[in-house]
């Protein structure tokens, strides 16, 4: 690897550890130290080894030196010895004794933990996701500003106030017990779900980026499966779900960037290895009683990779939709049911059930919908939604694809 | 927006003659219908059926096993959903599949208690 690519790509990949033991080891009060002294740490490596040859094992080195200056930092820092020192666990009776632990189980295990510390339901989701992003997976403020479609200022001051608030409420970096396990999940499971859809769903122009957040969300499940007391079947059923959707990355985006519809994509380019993945945690998440919306959605994404369509595909696909609306309301669903329906049982019957969905009036896809239900029944009434549905829209890509379906049904 | 009950009654018999088959047959219109309802986002609380045996208790200690005055007339289970009018909700209603086997669906508006 080039030298000016090596720095970035540890980034990458060691910052985060470096954060998630360091921070372990201050508290998650004092979090910003550990994120000074692993910067430094990086900013010394971008210093030196321009100067000098690279260490045989750049990793190590950054391990060894963000070590010596988190012990320099408990040596040196009065303030910090008084008030902080004697907190920090009571068998450290002197900085020389700090073992700072960077091996492979205590840096998963801090992930771990930081995980459930950062995903609180008292602050909100999109600045859990930014603090996922920043603590857990080390990206740079700057990439996720791109992510959210944001500027860095906003990203800063979203990710300081979740912070200080965090702070405040005196959290802890350790795993919950085995009591609130489960409600805690809860919210670290939706973080990592929205975390995902940022990366599947955002407009973000960038692909890279937007494919790294999938992976990142799936690096973080992967490592609550490999836990046994959070491996629990809708840990798994959200694995799937996200493998699933992951196995069309490269059919559902042109080389500029823009959406393929699931209808016009070339299936040879789904990944069957991912496919396979899928099914095999879906299995492991249909284990036990629960029937939760990662299930309903992974077994809907389970029947997109089923490419032959067949009545009984979409009858499935209806009933899964009818379940997840009956469990929890959501605009998509709601769309996505009656596309299911007219699939499952014509477009005449799902026109009279989408023309209920008053409520959407006002979304573009709603109209997109109904456009393409009308296609060979109406023209007329066709044309008008395609209307409707251009003048909702404020995506440039949506625009041309529709205006595209106008020329298409004039001629 | 109002909250309504929609209360359930049908033949308590009816049911209990249905082999799993048939009942399958029977839940999937009640699905199609309550799925319905959720993407208009009008359903507020998916409800549950009631078991056909019951108890009534009245004044004096006294209690007898249901079901109380007609077994036709039996409720065997309830949703809630969100309309603007009394008159909306017994429209949404009128696609029940209770309606289908002989059933009726009653509509009452609930009345949050004051606290």
């Known amino acids: ?411 | 927006m109002n909250d309504f009950l929609l209360i359930f009654r049908r033949d308590a018999n009816f049911d209990a003659q249905l082999t799993p088959a048939q009942m399958q047959e029977v839940t999937k219109p009640w699905q199609d219908w309550m799925g319905s309802l959720a993407a208009q986002n009008k359903l507020a609380d998916s409800g549950n059926r009631l078991a056909t045996d019951g108890k009534v208790v009245k004044p004096g200690s006294i209690i007898t096993d249901g079901p109380y005055v007609e077994v036709k007339e039996s409720i065997g289970g309830y949703i809630v959903i969100r309309a603007s009018s009394l008159e909306e909700a017994a429209e949404l209603s009128k696609d029940c599949p209770i309606l289908a086997t002989g059933g009726n669906v009653e509509v009452r508006q609930i009345l949050p208690m004051q606290r």
Not at chain 1, 69 to 79: E, F, G, P, S, V
């Open chain 1, 1 to 411: 690897m080039q030298q000016d690519q090596l720095i970035p790509h540890l980034y990458r990949t060691e910052y985060r550890k470096i954060i998630a033991v360091l921070a372990r080891l201050f508290g998650f009060e004092h979090i910003q130290i550990a994120e000074d002294i692993a910067s430094d740490t990086f900013l010394l490596a971008s210093e030196t080894w321009g100067k000098t040859r690279l260490p045989d094992n750049p990793a190590a080195w950054l391990y060894t030196v963000a070590k010596n200056k988190a012990k320099d930092y408990l040596k040196h820092n009065a303030i910090f010895n008084e008030k902080v020192a004697t907190q920090i666990k009571n068998e450290i009776q002197q900085t020389e004794d700090v073992e700072i632990d960077l091996s492979e189980e205590s840096i998963n295990d801090s992930q771990l933990q930081m995980m459930f510390a950062i995903c609180q339901p008292l602050i909100p989701a999109e600045a859990q996701i930014g603090l996922a992003l920043r603590i857990l997976c080390g990206f740079g403020i700057d990439e996720i500003a791109d992510a959210f479609l944001s500027n860095k200022e906003t990203i800063n001051k979203r990710l300081f106030r979740a912070k200080e608030k965090l702070r405040e409420q005196n959290v802890k970096i350790e795993f919950p017990d085995s009591k609130e396990i489960n409600k805690r999940l809860d919210t670290v499971l939706l973080t990592l779900y929205l975390l995902f859809n940022e990366g599947y769903y955002s407009s973000s122009g960038n692909t890279n980026l937007r494919r790294e957040l999938c992976l990142e969300a799936m690096r973080l499940n992967y490592l609550l499966i490999q836990n046994h007391a959070t491996d629990l079947p809708i840990v798994n059923a959200l694995f799937s779900l996200m493998c699933f959707h992951a196995s069309r990355f490269d059919a559902r985006m042109d080389k500029d960037g823009e959406i393929i519809l699931y209808d016009d994509q070339d299936s040879s380019l789904w990944n069957d290895e991912l496919i396979s993945r899928g099914t095999y945690y879906l299995v492991r998440g249909a284990k036990g009683p629960q029937l939760t919306r990662y299930h309903i959605e992974a077994t809907i994404a389970y029947w997109h990779t089923q490419k032959q369509d067949s009545p009984e595909k979409w009858d499935n696909v209806l009933q899964l939709y009818n379940k997840l609306l009956i469990l929890e309301y959501s605009p998509m669903a709601a769309l996505n049911r009656t596309y299911a329906l007219a699939k499952a049982r014509g477009k005449a019957e799902a026109i009279i059930e989408a023309e209920k969905l008053t409520q959407l009036a006002d979304n573009h896809l709603y109209h997109s919908l109904l456009a393409h239900l009308y296609t060979g029944i109406d023209q007329q009434k066709a044309l008008q939604h395609l209307q409707s549905a251009l003048k909702l829209t404020k995506n440039q890509a949506e625009k041309n694809r529709i205006k595209k379906n106008i020329e298409e049904l004039e001629n």
